[in-house]
């Protein structure tokens, strides 16, 4: 069997080519016309020098364009370096030298960006994206042209490389290095997320997608993050329908969910979930077609997750946790949350997750460590042997990969995942977890948005600190909001320094922006200190 991304795709192909696959904005491609053009630009890439292990990036918002381009570099067993589109000169640079690019599709509108940092390149393709930006070398449109139509591409394996770089929200991305079957396996479907039971070959999903009507998913996060590419390539190997906005916004949602009769939600915790959810409180739309809103990657606080459960009583929330380095590791479903702080996403672990302590150890009930995923674990991180020793161990005779982050195994078996270790405020010998504080300010009815870092202190150490977007139109009394606080958390928890922002900086996955805080924090003068 080879489980290979362009093979699965085309297995869908074969079976649904007269089904929307993807949809953005006002316009939709069926499978077909998405596999004709795909094969279009593969041949022109394979006419560059493109080929087996070559890197190519793509340097795109969402688009239909943008999926032709990462299914068309499968094709050719080559790999797709996803890049992220805020990233300026220095940044791509930086990409571009550390993947070892050999060609990049773009969208137009960045071509300036890109003639300053590109060079050496075998091909360089411009997306149609409205503008009217100086092409380097060739357009999307004489690229598809110059290709044929066939599928006539060399035998694939599951051994073909997958890359993904990760947010860099601490320092800058590196790159995971999977097997194509490994990675379908805990992100593309592989897999029950339910179960854990394993598919059993590699037209599993096809054979379902023949079996039941198509779903509609929505995809919320950029295509360049890990969550939307699975979730819309896990939608395409089965037959369903992927739809995408080229930009968020919450009320546009809506009105997508409205038109296209959405039926799936995926998104990336409160940076989008809120907005969400109160565009449609405060608006009139329907969203009877929901049967599922999915979050993952970020945190998915308790009070948004209330607003969730009481406007959408008939729709499934799930919490889903994982990373690019393990793949899926646990899922959840919300059900009822009062408004107040939890420790964070509590799930029933997927296949092979486990807490591994700090002696090494399987951790029982009640211990914090790491958690750690075996099974099918990537390759590790892309030309750095030192983190990869770092990302991977092995226990009992099995493989683990662990990303980093801290989580508690509990009596019932399921695991808390607590956040990220490198987050983690240690504050006069107390750990104190960001996303738990979180959670705690934004129960409040006049916080909108909230961060928790740790910053320096003489006497602690460390200390919790806190930068919060007041809702718009309200005066926040941060007297109040300590009292409101300290009901839900232990006193050395709650922050003692506050800055307020009218925006709290993330990703355009929606993480926390660490680097952003820290630089805020730094410069800024506090709204509240308490010594």
């Not at 688009?63 to 805020?86: G, H, P, T």
């Not at 393990?326 to 997750?353: E, H, K, Q, Y």
């Amino acid at each position: 069997m080879a489980a290979n991304i362009a093979d699965l795709f085309e297995h869908a192909v074969d079976a649904f080519g007269d089904r929307v696959a993807v949809a953005c904005g006002e316009r939709e491609i069926t499978y077909a016309e998405l596999e004709e053009t795909a094969n279009r630009l593969a041949h022109f890439l394979q006419s560059r020098g493109v080929g087996k292990g070559a890197h190519v990036g793509l340097y795109a918002g969402n688009s239909i364009e943008a999926v032709v381009a990462m299914i068309a570099v499968y094709k050719l067993r080559a790999v797709v370096v996803n890049v992220n589109y805020r990233y300026v000169e220095n940044e791509l640079q930086y990409l571009f030298e550390d993947a070892g690019l050999v060609a990049l599709i773009h969208d137009r509108g960045f071509s300036t960006r890109v003639k300053a940092v590109a060079s050496g390149m075998s091909a360089i393709v411009a997306l149609p994206d409205g503008s009217k930006s100086e092409i380097p070398d060739i357009s999307y449109e004489d690229a598809l042209l110059a290709g044929d139509e066939k599928r006539d591409f060399e035998r694939r394996s599951g051994d073909d490389v997958y890359l993904l770089y990760t947010g860099g929200t601490t320092g800058y991305p590196k790159g995971v290095i999977w097997r194509h079957e490994d990675v379908w396996r805990v992100l593309g479907g592989g897999i029950d997320f339910m179960s854990g039971i394993p598919l059993e070959d590699e037209w599993a999903q096809t054979r379902r997608g023949a079996e039941m009507p198509p779903m509609t998913r929505f995809c919320l996060a950029p295509l360049i993050h890990g969550n939307a590419q699975w979730a819309a390539l896990a939608a395409l190997f089965a037959g369903d329908t992927v739809v995408f906005l080229p930009r968020f916004d919450p009320d546009e949602v809506w009105r997508v969910i409205e038109r296209r009769k959405v039926n799936v939600v995926v998104l990336i915790g409160d940076a989008m979930a809120r907005p969400i959810i109160e565009a449609y409180l405060a608006g009139s739309y329907d969203g009877s077609s929901l049967v599922a809103v999915s979050s993952s990657a970020a945190l998915f606080s308790p009070s948004v997750k209330r607003q969730y459960l009481q406007a959408l009583p008939d729709v499934m929330v799930t919490d889903a946790v994982g990373s690019s380095e393990t793949g899926f590791a646990g899922i959840g479903i919300v059900a009822d949350v009062d408004g107040g702080a939890v420790d964070g996403p509590r799930v029933m672990p997927g296949p092979d997750t486990i807490v591994i302590d700090e002696y090494g150890k399987r951790a029982g009930p009640g211990v914090i460590g790491r958690l750690a995923r075996g099974g099918h674990v990537p390759l590790g991180y892309y030309k750095d042997p030192d983190k990869t020793a770092q990302l991977l161990t092995e226990l009992d005779g099995k493989r683990y990969a662990i990303p980093g982050d801290l989580a508690r195994l509990e009596d019932d078996g399921t695991i808390t995942l607590l956040g990220r270790g490198n987050t983690c405020v240690n504050t006069a010998g107390e750990k104190v977890f960001p996303e738990e504080v979180e959670g705690a300010l934004k129960a409040h009815p006049d916080v909108f948005d909230a961060l928790v870092i740790g910053i320096p202190d003489d006497l602690l150490g460390q200390k919790v600190a806190a930068l919060i977007q007041p809702r718009p139109d309200t005066t926040l009394d941060l007297q109040e909001l300590d009292t409101h606080v300290r009901q839900r958390i232990a006193g050395y928890k709650v922050p003692r320094s506050v800055w307020l922002v009218d925006r709290i900086a993330r990703t355009i996955s929606g993480k926390a922006d660490y680097r952003w805080a820290h630089a805020h924090a730094r410069s800024a003068p506090e709204a509240h200190r308490a010594d």
